[in-house]
């Protein structure tokens, strides 16, 4: 760790928010100043890796000068008046639950940024695609550093005209009705979310998060608690996505492009969670309480509904589309996020923000090699990929076929790998969970998810199974390796993932004190 003054941290913290924006609106230029490339298109793609490689390195140093011993402090604190008559304020802060967030935010819109320099999706002017995409990680960043509730709603809206035009403009087949299936759902639910975060403003009188989650003479009634749960729990809920609420992921993942799916999975799915453990946890306990029972309910129906649509979706003769089968499995895995939340106990809550780390390492790789696949095959269908390949990925492209089988195995959960701890936490948590919380009915919830982690290793296995191993037909034609570019882009995720499974401590040692402190809402 290296010592950074507070000054310096706060305006880090600032340029990580309010640095895509500014270069976002530099890509619209002419020309993206101090950029040459051998075309306008390429210079201006270049200027997307530029600013997102800024943007990532501004994040490790305000990581590197996070006090660790006090991860539980909110620190490069900003906290300026912005509307007075509401006492909205434009505060920004991180701490250890925030911070791994921001830091993932940032690598994985950089390695989009620099797999799109060498593979640009076919559509429009890479000008606007670059915009778009730097505007969405301000957006999402923003998400997980301000501390004010309306701040946080407009930073949760702000990611949904990106990544609209994103899958609509640079998708695939259906791409336009998924692009408007997923800003419908996304909108509505953000309605009803507002209000919820209204009532608890004009109730409490202050929209100030930590305020809200540490003062104890703005107490809010119970009845109040459940009207805002059960309205912001929606919006949340339908970003996460919990079943039922989650019909729009499989077709917005299907039409979107590689780097839209990353992002997808990988960023904007943490923002539901991210908003129950930064405001409803602390905020309105006692509303979580009441809905804790029904939100692991959903969250276990979610693990085994994910599991068994990926089931037939991976059997021989189904049809089924691999990046649909991926968006599937994000169903089951919010799953244990949501169940681990819903236990409001230390432990789950962990695993909850582990398991958020691990699926946007995990999935995100998946989708890059998806990505790729489609690239070398022209198609994501397990069955043609099975003909294309002959069923012996392992044997034609050797190094894609490891990076596929280890994507695998990691979702899965396999012990040594990020994927294992978050959902071995959330299953603890269940089987003790917090007080006032009906231990027979969360033990019921962990038996149900354990068995829904049988179930993910089984269609995992078979999409190995069926696309990577098998004798290498006579006729089949080549298939191309893993690219140097692409090695650039998918080697962090696959070592990041190693390193979170064999040394969670690093995680956890951030993430511990901090939901410590936020359950038991103490004063900072």
Request: hydrophobic content about 55%.
């Amino acid at each position: 760790m290296i010592d950074i003054s507070e000054s310096v941290m706060q305006f880090l913290l600032a340029f990580v928010v309010v640095g895509p924006l500014l270069g976002a609106a530099a890509a619209l230029l002419p020309a993206p100043p101090g950029l040459k490339g051998k075309s306008p298109e390429q210079a201006v793609l270049r200027h997307g890796v530029t600013v997102t490689g800024a943007i990532l390195i501004a994040a490790v140093v305000l990581a590197l000068g996070f006090d660790h011993d006090q991860p539980s402090k909110m620190q490069a604190s900003t906290d300026i008046s912005w509307i007075p008559a509401l006492d909205v304020r434009i505060h920004l802060g991180i701490d250890g639950i925030s911070l791994p967030l921001l830091v993932l935010t940032a690598l994985l819109t950089f390695l989009c940024a620099l797999y799109s320099y060498f593979k640009m999706p076919a559509g429009p002017t890479p000008k606007a695609f670059v915009a778009l995409l730097l505007v969405l990680e301000s957006g999402t960043l923003a998400t997980f550093a301000v501390l004010d509730l309306l701040l946080f709603f407009l930073a949760f809206e702000m990611v949904l005209i990106p990544m609209y035009f994103l899958i609509a403009r640079w998708g695939g087949e259906q791409r336009t009705q998924a692009a408007w299936r997923f800003i419908l759902y996304t909108l509505l639910g953000s309605v009803v979310m507002l209000l919820g975060l209204l009532l608890i403003g004009l109730k409490s009188g202050t929209f100030d998060m930590v305020a809200l989650a540490t003062d104890n003479d703005r107490p809010l009634t119970t009845s109040v608690q459940v009207i805002a749960v059960l309205a912001i729990g929606i919006g949340l809920a339908v970003k996460t996505p919990m079943w039922p609420l989650h019909s729009w992921l499989p077709d917005a993942h299907t039409a979107a492009p590689t780097v839209g799916s990353v992002l997808l999975a990988g960023v904007l799915l943490k923002m539901g969670t991210y908003g129950f453990v930064r405001i409803l946890l602390p905020v309105a306990p006692d509303g979580m309480r009441t809905f804790a029972p029904y939100l692991a309910a959903f969250a276990v129906v979610g693990i085994i509904y994910g599991s068994l649509a990926c089931l037939a979706l991976a059997k021989q003769g189904a049809k089924g589309d691999l990046k649909r089968l991926i968006a599937y499995s994000s169903v089951g895995h919010m799953g244990f996020v949501l169940l681990g939340i819903a236990t409001m106990t230390t432990t789950g809550v962990n695993g909850a923000l582990f398991a958020n780390i691990a699926h946007g390492l995990i999935t995100g790789l998946l989708f890059f090699l998806v990505g790729a696949l489609k690239d070398r095959t022209g198609t994501t269908d397990l069955d043609t990929l099975a003909e294309e390949t002959g069923a012996a990925l392992y044997g034609k492209a050797p190094r894609l076929g490891g990076l596929l089988a280890f994507g695998a195995v990691a979702s899965l959960g396999l012990p040594g790998l990020a994927g294992f701890w978050g959902e071995m936490l959330a299953l603890f948590g269940a089987f003790r969970p917090a007080d006032g919380l009906s231990r027979p009915a969360f033990l019921t919830f962990m038996a149900i998810a354990a068995f829904g982690t049988l179930l993910t290793a089984a269609y995992l296995l078979v999409v190995v199974r069926r696309v990577c191993m098998g004798a290498i037909p006579q006729d089949s034609p080549k298939l191309a390796d893993v690219q140097t570019y692409e090695f650039a882009a998918w080697t962090p995720l696959v070592a990041l993932t190693v390193v979170a499974g064999l040394w969670p401590k690093a995680l956890l040692g951030l993430t511990d004190p901090a939901v410590q402190q936020l359950l038991a809402g103490g004063t900072r």
